[in-house]
């Protein structure tokens, strides 16, 4: 499958990681474990401002792409060799070559930038520690308010906004997006026993657009 294709389908976003890959290859010092880590590509982006798990698309240029393999891999790390890194670059001159308006929809762009500046991972991760917990201690219940009704009502507007507007564009957003409402919805509703969903209760309360 052509690489052009996975930059017209997550835009921005995949334009960005395969600059972080390029970025990555070029600082790795254990080159006998592969071009890039993980963590190296983190890094790559977190210099560029950007809080973002790659995982999952490294995972699609391996598999659906074909252009990095995994090199290592143990329980603490994962590295990849790049396969054909000339094709990374054509497809990075293409896509910063392209007129303006030829790229994203500019309210698509806006979308992913709203969504990944809520930090859903690091949301995730919260939440996933506390649905380990038999009972929450009292700051562990206020972290979960805070993201009820601090983060989540973000999140419902993103939802709302992307399942309408995005629906194709936006998948992996929008599954990561329900993720995070079934897993607080199990952590307040299912566990309380009653009140209304938490979904609902939020989109309730939504006042200000997102």
């Known amino acids: 499958m052509p690489l052009t294709e996975f930059i017209a389908k997550y835009g921005e976003r995949g334009y960005i990681v395969l ?23 983190k890094k ?30 143990s329980s603490g790390q994962r590295w990849w060799r790049i396969i054909d890194r000339s094709e990374i670059e054509e497809a990075i001159r293409e896509w910063e070559g392209e007129p303006e308006s030829d790229r994203e929809d500019p309210r698509l762009r806006l ?16 939440l996933v520690r506390l649905s380990r917990r038999r009972r ?16 989540l ?20 957003e929008i599954a ?3 993720s995070i409402l079934e897993l607080a919805e199990e952590l ?3 566990r309380g026993g009653k009140g209304e969903s938490l979904e609902l209760a939020l989109r309730n309360r939504v006042r200000e657009p997102l």
């Open 176 to 178: 990561l997006a329900e």
């Open 44 to 73: 790559a982006l977190a210099e560029r401002g950007i809080n973002y798990n790659p995982s999952l698309l490294l995972s699609k240029l391996e598999r659906e792409y074909g252009v990095i393999e995994t090199s290592y891999k």
């Open 136 to 151: 929450l201690t009292r700051q562990e219940a206020e972290k979960l308010r805070r993201i009820a009704f601090q983060d």
């Open 188 to 190: 307040t509703v299912a």
């Open 111 to 126: 979308l992913r930038i709203q969504f990944y500046s809520i930090n859903p991972h690091e949301i995730l991760e919260v």
């Open 153 to 172: 009502p973000l999140l419902v507007e993103f939802l709302e906004k992307a399942s309408a507007e995005y629906p194709d564009e936006l998948v992996d």
């Open 19 to 41: 600059k972080a890959i390029l970025e990555a290859s070029r600082r790795a010092r254990i080159k006998s474990l592969g071009d890039f880590s993980l963590q190296d590509v």
